[in-house]
């Protein structure tokens, strides 16, 4: 499965319902690495999604020496 830029994502069936409230996107807890990295490749990370500077250089602290929150 790679990424279409033709359309938009589809993710109406992860997201849990109760009547016409949306409640949850439900997202495989063994697909996160995955996830993030696939954003990784297109440079969307906690850098450029949070672009304070404390936030960038933890970024760079994460990706130099190791991930400890994920």
Do not use: W
């Not at 439900?26 to 954003?39: E, M, P, R, W």
């Not at 602290?61 to 991930?67: A, I």
């Amino acid at each position: 499965m790679g990424l279409d830029k033709t359309k938009p994502a589809s993710i109406d069936k992860h997201i849990l319902r109760n009547g016409n409230i949306k409640l949850v996107i439900a997202i495989d807890k063994k697909q996160k690495k995955v996830i993030i990295n696939s954003l990784e490749k297109m440079n969307i990370n906690k850098g450029f999604i949070y672009p304070e500077i404390d936030k960038v250089a933890f970024y760079i602290k994460e990706t130099l020496y190791g991930d400890n929150e994920t």
